[in-house]
């Protein structure tokens, strides 16, 4: 989680008898909110009848030819991901 603030206890600080303080790994539990968002929207992505997936895809760029742009350019899209992106944190289960 680069750039957010944590506590006054950072990587390579110890505590007591040697021990690592402020190092707590990302539980399952924690991630599936944001990956369940991050599905929404691209399922809403494709359900939108303007947008053509096999555009953006590698393979059809190679072998037909195509020369379309890999980056995702829906607004709705980058803007419900920027959304999960700010809203996340570990420990919120509703974004």
């Given at each position: 989680m680069a750039g957010r603030p944590t506590s006054?206890?950072?990587?390579g600080r110890t505590?007591?008898?040697g021990s690592v303080v402020g190092l707590v790994g990302l539980r399952?539990?924690?991630?599936?909110?944001?990956?369940?968002?991050?599905?929404?929207?691209y399922i809403r992505l494709l359900q939108n009848p303007?947008?053509?997936p096999d555009e953006h895809s590698p393979l059809a760029q190679i072998q037909?030819?195509?020369?379309?742009?890999?980056?995702?350019?829906?607004?709705r899209f980058i803007s419900d991901v920027r959304r999960i992106g700010e809203i996340w944190a570990p420990g919120v289960t509703n974004i």
């Amino acid at each position: 989680m680069a750039g957010r603030p944590t506590s006054e206890s950072g990587p390579g600080r110890t505590g007591g008898r040697g021990s690592v303080v402020g190092l707590v790994g990302l539980r399952d539990a924690d991630l599936k909110p944001a990956f369940k968002a991050l599905q929404t929207a691209y399922i809403r992505l494709l359900q939108n009848p303007f947008y053509n997936p096999d555009e953006h895809s590698p393979l059809a760029q190679i072998q037909g030819g195509r020369t379309g742009s890999m980056t995702i350019t829906s607004r709705r899209f980058i803007s419900d991901v920027r959304r999960i992106g700010e809203i996340w944190a570990p420990g919120v289960t509703n974004i």
